[in-house]
């Protein structure tokens, strides 16, 4: 199911695996990269609506060339379809639906997160300036997930004990789904709620800078 | 009678003078009044400050006031083109980066009379606490940051005093506008249009098509006309670089 | 003209008056009583956008029995029409045209006015209590007319010195149209820009607490 | 599947408990969810606090809560009805009295996620300075006052501070509404319905009808379902009072 050279779950089935926990009838905002592949991957018997945060809800697929629409764009500014029974706003009231509270869950990608759940996922210096509508979502939804590699290209641990980055947010972080498994910002320490297959909690401690616990019904 | 239709872009445009902060609505490729921006180019205007969300994402629109170095000042969420990080890092451009939710608030704040109002949004960043660049120098060197916001504690959780973004003018583009500026939008089209036409103090709006007073429905206007002084007919093309991509 | 027993102009006479003043291309609010009035009396040559708090731009005169739709009232809770090209919208849109700075004019009614330009117009101690849009559209609009008697019932004057009845706004009025005459506050005292036929400026002054003076152009 | 679409009001409001938050939409006779009010009537509910415009105009809707002394705390811009005049200078209701603009801002803050805002409305004013009765005794003395308002400068004009109003519950009143909660208003009937919406954590909308999804054009939603979690279809006369107009 893996790459045969990645360790975890590739990008596609931990997406999968993320869409697996989005209940019926939930309203959600999917970032760019991992987490706008949740999308595709939402159990059949489930009705989910998406936000994208340039204003529409009820964002839809990838059109056909045949079927774009030159007024319709996701928050990646890709060509999107919408959903029947779609809404289409401002910003002003797409942030409101993000700060005011009315969004189940944000799912963002993510550079670092922190036991204490501080996510920082916007500014890399000497990179392009851009913090988008991240510090919006961060501070608005319900539950905020992150979807990441478990680290970075060279091995560096995204799990933190403290973030070294700029912080997107603080304590805002409520899952983070990687590589390598499940967590829940804890405090202190991440609780690993599930493990990628084939994956032990020794290997996910090695390569994670805070502390791991194992929650008593996971998989391992 | 009121008549807020033009006919002619550079002539309307001709009140907006060199150093005038503008509004742009416009998300992506999305709801861009690119006629407007080539129209500004056109007329050879520079030292602007622009507010909107990109800076464009390709050589057309905004991005083509970027490329052809016009602008003095950004206010935005995501100013992700090279020829922006280029002018920012190189020193030729101060930038305001906003989080987009507050961009959008900040805007329609303007035209709602809202001095300011707080958010948590930003609490605890770079961006709240001073510690992000505004402007560097041409030696790679930051010579100004953000200004430290205000904190104040309401039900337990910090939020930042924001402020109302006013411009002098805003550029925006509709789907339909009748002579009275009542203006309607198309889907994802409508996005940072109605809050900068709420921002500007004077609205000019780039419309696909010019329609009959009447021919919206009062319960279908997205924009009354109160907030809009200039209407014109979108012209595809019209203004467009005679080497459009050249400067990429 | 104006009624037999009444000295200055009539309240349709007062409400003509105002009218006149009103630009082609105006966008007007006016509030219930001698303010509504105006709207009947704009020169025919001018297009003039009436704007009514509870949510449309565009607001027409009164319907005929047949003609009443249940879905649109005045600010008065009066059934009314609205015009070809009118717009409606929510009250917080409504509102943000109001405290934006968008209305050229605001026309309400008035129990007391400074000669500073303060206006009292929302609470008598003992009545019932309201203060409706008042307070945002003295500190919203361009232009802040008032159209009133010139006096009380009891004769007692209503262009004051100081308001004595809680105050609306400070600084707000830029006219005030009465019975008697034209004024405008100009801080230490009223400028008399026009009178009504058959009054003259010391009748006003009798009438009035604040000091008058008359503007040269005025009709005397 | 999301079905928001319920059949029976009484069942509907039942997890509405004495003492509750209310934010009701309508203004004057226009887009006043009145089988709502009147439900909850039925269901003998007491002590609420309401967050609406007016006090009711006639003896239905909000005004048939008044007049069955439902109420212990009214919030609003204009409650002009006799019986909530006698309520509130004998004691038995309370008044926080806010205008009409600041009203319906601080209803949409309270769904925008803006605790609070500054604005130069009522700033030097009785509303602003703590000088206007709140309560009073039964013998017509006034024993509580509006708060005093936080009072800071912006660009030379003295504005106050206004905080977001979430309440418990909304009760709203739409044209069409569809199974997602998304609805269209009609008119003036839109008015404080959508700010209402926004400031209920749970917000109830009786509509004059109930549509298939996608009957709503996606450009004609003036409120996206995600502000509504009930929605059942209006039923003139549902619930009025038998003696309608006995209580005035």
């Given at each position: 199911?893996?790459?045969?050279?990645?360790?975890?779950?590739?990008?596609?089935?931990?997406?999968?695996?993320?869409?697996?926990?989005?209940?019926?009838?939930?309203?959600?905002?999917?970032?760019?990269?991992?987490?706008?592949?949740?999308?595709?991957?939402?159990?059949?018997?489930?009705?989910?609506?998406?936000?994208?945060?340039n204003g529409v809800l009820g964002l839809g697929g990838v059109p056909e060339a045949d079927e774009v629409d030159l007024d319709m764009q996701n928050a990646g500014k890709e060509y999107a379809k919408i959903v029947v029974g779609a809404a289409a706003f401002d910003s002003a009231l797409s942030f409101a639906i993000v700060r005011?509270?009315?969004?189940?869950?944000?799912?963002?990608?993510?550079?670092?997160?922190?036991?204490?759940?501080?996510?920082?996922?916007?500014?890399?210096?000497?990179?392009?300036?851009?913090?988008?509508?991240?510090?919006?979502?961060?501070?608005g939804s319900k539950q905020v997930w992150v979807l990441m590699e478990h680290t970075d290209r060279a091995g560096t641990p995204k799990l933190m004990r403290h973030c070294t980055l700029p912080i997107t947010g603080t304590r805002c972080v409520t899952r983070v789904y990687t590589t390598l498994g499940v967590f829940q910002p804890a405090g202190s320490h991440f609780e690993c709620l599930d493990l990628a297959p084939g994956v032990d909690i020794e290997t996910v401690r090695a390569l994670t800078d805070a502390e791991v616990t194992l929650a008593r019904d996971s998989r391992e | 009678m009121i008549n807020k239709v033009r006919a002619d872009a550079l002539e309307m445009l001709s009140v907006v003078p060199d150093g005038a902060s503008i509004?742009?609505?416009?998300?992506?490729?999305?709801?861009?009044?690119?006629?407007?921006?080539?129209?500004?180019?056109?007329?050879?205007?520079?030292?602007?400050?622009?507010?909107?969300?990109?800076?464009?994402?390709?050589?057309?629109?905004?991005?083509?006031?970027?490329?052809?170095?016009?602008?003095?000042?950004?206010t935005?969420?995501?100013?992700?083109?090279?020829?922006?990080?280029?002018?920012?890092?190189?020193?030729?451009?101060?930038?305001?980066?906003?989080?987009?939710?507050?961009?959008?608030?900040?805007?329609?704040?303007?035209?709602?009379?809202?001095?300011a109002f707080y958010t948590p949004t930003s609490a605890g960043t770079d961006l709240a606490t001073g510690s992000y660049p505004a402007r560097y120098d041409g030696e790679g060197q930051v010579t100004a940051w953000l200004s430290p916001?205000?904190?104040?504690?309401?039900?337990g959780v910090a939020c930042v005093l924001e402020?109302?973004?006013?411009?002098?003018?805003?550029?925006?583009?509709?789907?339909?506008?009748?002579?009275?500026?009542?203006?309607?939008?198309?889907?994802?089209?409508?996005?940072?249009?109605v809050p900068a036409a709420m921002a500007g103090r004077v609205t000019f709006c780039e419309s696909q098509s010019i329609v009959e007073v009447g021919e919206i429905d009062p319960d279908g206007v997205h924009l009354p006309g109160i907030f809009v002084q200039h209407v014109i007919e979108s012209q595809l093309g019209k203004f467009d670089a005679p080497t459009r991509g050249a400067s990429l």
């Open positions: 199911m893996s790459e045969p050279d990645a360790l975890g779950w590739s990008r596609e089935e931990l997406a999968t695996r993320a869409a697996l926990d989005v209940p019926d009838g939930a309203y959600v905002n999917v970032g760019i990269g991992i987490p706008m592949l949740i999308a595709s991957h939402i159990p059949e018997d489930r009705e989910v609506w998406f936000h994208t945060e005011g509270g009315h969004l189940d869950i944000a799912v963002l990608g993510g550079m670092q997160v922190a036991s204490m759940g501080d996510l920082a996922n916007w500014s890399v210096p000497g990179r392009t300036p851009g913090v988008g509508g991240a510090m919006d979502l961060v501070t | 509004a742009i609505g416009g998300f992506g490729l999305t709801g861009v009044p690119v006629m407007l921006c080539h129209a500004l180019c056109e007329l050879d205007r520079r030292d602007l400050h622009i507010v909107s969300n990109n800076a464009g994402i390709d050589p057309t629109g905004v991005g083509r006031l970027v490329g052809e170095g016009r602008i003095r000042k950004f935005g969420s995501f100013p992700s083109n090279k020829e922006f990080f280029t002018s920012f890092h190189s020193g030729s451009v101060e930038l305001e980066l906003v989080p987009q939710g507050t961009l959008a608030e900040r805007m329609r704040a303007a035209g709602a009379g809202i001095p916001k205000d904190v104040r504690v309401f039900g402020t109302a973004l006013a411009t002098d003018f805003a550029f925006v583009k509709s789907y339909k506008a009748d002579r009275l500026g009542n203006l309607a939008f198309r889907l994802a089209s409508r996005n940072f249009n």
